[in-house]
């Protein structure tokens, strides 16, 4: 026997209460009062009462309360089975749950019932699309289309679904019809800029994101978003204050957060980038973006152990992210472990073989490590997968250069003044002259131009001399103050001014070249090196730096210079940390140093202690002519590779050169203790893998006790 139950009478003042209480929003209130009529079983006057057990559904699901609304929604729909909305209700509190094919099957029975229902096939379209079956998703929304062309939601799914599937032209037309449909729906506007940002269309894009936050000014997606977009376009001042706005909004936006921090790594305010992007992983700490931004700030504040943990915890959470092993193996490089940044950097190519940058840091790798032919294979394959690719290109032609193989390396390292980020690139747009490409200058007049260090300039002057070989009427030389007195007398050149004056003046020349042009342009080999240029020492000078020399013992007479310039890029590696490294020098016998430091560290001779006997003129140089008066006096000039070095190799003095086994620059070759630049005084100390600078003080130290022992055993004489 089947029993039923009758429910307790409605009175209409507890429908009229009710109804007030969902007004205002009170559904957990309104279901307490409409609850005790509707009853938690079916009853026999269901089917009268239809409409209330929806009403008390609604009340229910509005609560929280999902099983007590299910329950009656099934109880509307068996008591009534063609009642449309208890059908979608249901249906749409199945998709906000996320129960997706329950859902599918109730949109599915509603559209049985009402197959012009349009809502319902835009509904349905979007469980469909949560499902992941897109064609399916996508003929529901058109479905619903068909049924009203108006319909602004389906249109916008329809834009969602296209723009999955990366039919991007499609998708936008979705999104400018659900904009026409309903001007006022600010994600149709947001996720149409997202969609024009993607494709390159900036300023369409912008404008997109302006009308979702004339809509909705605290729309924090549209914010985030636009925030992303004025950074890529540089705009970094208002990209803080409207990514700054989206966190204040939502304070718990991973995205915003993260975003924010990176328009602050842009501005370089890294201390408070870092503070964003630990705030980002306590909000979400299996975020993998959030520790990959972590390592890029630490990698650059040069913390780079806490770096390597930010990028391996990123790397643990997304393995086979590129960027991130790229990046890592950069960190590793930092660190000096090269074999691990190679693996590393391998890695990084199994993801992804066709990274440009990857390949540039392989070769950059294998280059430190000594394996050449690795590195110039890897500088090629970065260069011809991105042909834009400027450094992957200039430092193939600096390796080139220093394996010898002058012809491609010289033409390579020209194309420096196609690389933006270069200084080069802007000369041209300097002066008003032609650059000179190698044309005949006979009876023509050369501007030489400084683009680069000073090291180089008296390196590469000894080629103003055969311009006036090939006919040059007039050669002028435009550089910093600091090369213009021993600029002054080399062979070739007629006039040395600074770079202002040679701007102003630039259309009185026929021709401009870099000196670092010139042995592409004049065909330089290993064997056709010209010999460097001679400056001729200040005889003034000479006797005044002479009374100095002469307050040193006798004995043989060493200038030393262990530190160049710290705003050369690889100054932490060419440099020798401080003069009591070379302590081991002072052990020779007969050996009086000379410091012809100047600038950084030059301060340590004069303070240096009784066991380390040096004098300290470096301090009371005005410029290279005092300089090069000091090392015409000496017998020997020991040095890291500095601009001292060219001066006293160009004035014929015995010249040992210690050089870093990082970083190396290419004019000193590889794997030679001589130089073609200077053949006959020039003797290269090495730093091998993994050795300290002790090492070759030390090979210093032994190659002075061997060449000046007898000249020791002769003061003993006398």
């Not at 509005?62 to 509307?76: M, P």
């Not at 915890?313 to 086979?320: G, N, S």
């Not at 193996?329 to 930092?334: F, I, R």
């Not at 050369?568 to 009086?592: K, M, Q, T």
Request: net charge negative; aromatic share 8%.
């Amino acid at each position: 026997m089947t029993t039923t139950t009758t429910a307790a009478p409605l009175r209409p003042d507890c429908l009229q209460e009710a109804s007030a209480l969902c007004a205002q929003g009170r559904f957990g209130d309104a279901y307490t009062v409409i609850g005790p009529f509707v009853g938690m079983q079916p009853c026999a006057d269901d089917a009268a009462r239809v409409d209330v057990l929806n009403f008390a559904a609604l009340c229910a699901m509005g609560s929280g309360q999902a099983n007590a609304a299910e329950a009656l929604w099934q109880r509307c729909i068996d008591a009534q089975p063609q009642h449309v909305e208890a059908y979608n209700g249901l249906a749409a509190m199945l998709t906000a749950l996320g129960k997706l094919p329950a859902a599918e099957a109730v949109w599915r029975k509603l559209l049985a019932l009402t197959p012009a229902h349009a809502d319902a096939w835009s509904n349905l379209g979007t469980v469909l699309h949560r499902l992941g079956r897109q064609p399916e998703a996508e003929a529901a929304y058109r479905a619903a289309l068909a049924h009203n062309p108006a319909h602004a939601d389906a249109h916008y799914n329809l834009g969602l679904a296209l723009h999955t599937t990366g039919r991007l032209d499609e998708a936008e037309a979705a999104y400018r019809a659900a904009v026409a449909a309903n001007p006022q729906g600010a994600r149709a506007h947001n996720n149409l800029g997202n969609l024009l940002r993607e494709c390159g269309r900036l300023a369409d894009a912008e404008e997109a994101f302006r009308q979702a936050l004339l809509v909705q000014p605290q729309y924090p997606e549209a914010l985030n978003n636009y925030g992303a977009l004025l950074k890529t376009l540089g705009r970094l001042g208002e990209a803080e204050m409207v990514c700054r706005r989206a966190v204040q909004i939502r304070p718990d936006y991973v995205e915003a957060v993260i975003n924010l921090g990176c328009v602050l790594v842009d501005l370089k305010r890294l201390p408070d980038a870092e503070q964003l992007f630990r705030q980002a992983l306590a909000l979400r700490p299996d975020h993998a973006e959030a520790h990959y931004n972590l390592g890029v700030v630490l990698r650059q504040l040069e913390r780079y152990p806490e770096a390597e943990t930010a990028y391996r915890q990123a790397l643990r959470l997304a393995p086979t992210h590129t960027e991130t092993l790229n990046n890592l193996g950069g960190v590793l490089v930092a660190l000096d472990r090269l074999q691990e940044a190679l693996a590393i950097f391998q890695e990084a190519l199994v993801c992804n073989p066709d990274f440009a940058l990857t390949h540039f840091n392989l070769g950059s790798t294998h280059k430190e490590l000594g394996a050449l032919d690795e590195a110039e294979a890897a500088y090629r394959r970065a260069f011809e997968l991105n042909p834009a690719y400027g450094d992957a290109q200039f430092r193939l032609a600096t390796l080139l250069i220093a394996m010898g193989r002058y012809e491609e390396g010289w033409r390579l390292y020209e194309r420096r003044y196609d690389n933006t980020g270069f200084v080069h690139y802007h000369s041209r747009d300097m002066l008003d002259c032609l650059h000179w490409q190698g044309e005949p200058i006979a009876g023509k007049a050369l501007l030489l131009w400084q683009e680069d260090g000073l090291g180089d300039m008296l390196q590469f002057a000894r080629y103003a001399r055969l311009l006036k070989a090939q006919g040059a009427a007039h050669v002028t030389f435009a550089c910093v103050h600091t090369l213009h007195r021993v600029l002054a007398g080399v062979e070739g050149v007629d006039m040395v001014i600074d770079h202002p004056e040679a701007v102003s003046r630039a259309s009185q020349f026929d021709y401009w070249v870099s000196p670092l042009s010139l042995p592409m342009h004049l065909g330089t080999t290993l064997e056709t090196t010209p010999a460097p240029t001679h400056f001729p020492p200040d005889a003034a000078l000479l006797e005044h730096w002479a009374a100095r020399l002469d307050t040193l013992a006798p004995g043989t007479r060493v200038g030393l210079v262990w530190r160049g310039n710290p705003k050369h890029h690889n100054d932490h590696h060419r440099s020798i940390p401080s003069l009591a490294a070379l302590a081991p020098l002072w052990r020779v016998p007969g050996l009086r140093f000379v410091s012809l430091q100047k600038g950084a560290g030059e301060d340590e001779a004069l303070r240096a202690p009784l066991h380390q006997p040096i004098l300290p003129l470096g301090s009371e140089v005005t410029d290279f002519v005092d300089t090069a008066a000091i090392i015409a006096q000496l017998d020997l000039v020991i040095c890291v590779d500095t601009s001292t070095a060219h001066l006293a190799a160009s004035l014929g003095k015995p010249c040992w050169i210690m050089l870093p086994r990082r970083d190396l620059d290419w004019r000193w070759l590889y794997e030679r203790e001589d130089s073609p630049w200077y053949p006959q005084n020039v003797r290269l100390f090495r730093q091998g893998n993994y050795e300290t600078w002790g090492a070759v003080i030390e090979r210093v130290r032994e190659a002075c006790a061997l060449a000046f022992a007898g000249q020791v055993e002769e003061e003993a004489v006398k």
